[in-house]
């Protein structure tokens, strides 16, 4: 015997649409573990340099800089953010970006290399989000 499911006046598609709305409204860029004008000022700096036509409205420095090692050698130092970013007139966008320093010692030593964002060959991580949540945001407990 065969049961099927009747919804009445799409039901599960409004549902699901809520959902998906209730969603979207609550993006925002989350905590953030430090607050450094200066610094995340230069992040934007960089990324506007990288992407052309887009506009950061903000910064937040969401996992501050920590040490990537190989055989126990410093590579890089890296630090972990998301952007508030405007493209052209269009909606604005929650972007993940890691930013590096380079090592460019050869000797064991520490020889670091202007910041930039550090390219995986991956594309960056969009997701649109409110404009009006770009200021959403607050500073974690553990400064």
């Known amino acids: 015997e065969k049961i099927e499911l009747q919804i009445k006046d799409n039901k599960l598609a409004k549902l699901a649409e809520a959902n998906s ?60 953010c998301y952007l508030a970013v405007k493209k052209g007139s269009a909606a604005c966008f929650r972007v993940y970006v890691g930013f590096v320093k380079e090592n460019t010692a050869t000797d064991g030593s520490v020889k670091l290399e202007p910041l930039k964002i550090l390219e995986t060959g991956a594309e960056l991580k969009y997701k649109e989000m409110p404009c009006e949540n770009v200021n959403k945001w607050q500073v974690s407990e553990i400064n």
Request: hydrophobic residues 30%; charged residues 35%.
């Open 21 to 80: 709305n209730a969603d979207y409204s609550a993006i925002t860029l989350g905590k953030a573990a430090r607050s450094d004008k200066a610094l995340e000022n230069e992040l934007k700096t960089i990324y506007e340099k990288n992407y052309s036509g887009h506009k950061v409205q903000r910064v937040v420095i969401e996992e501050d800089w920590y040490d990537l090692k190989e055989g126990g050698v410093l590579t890089y130092k890296k630090i972990n």
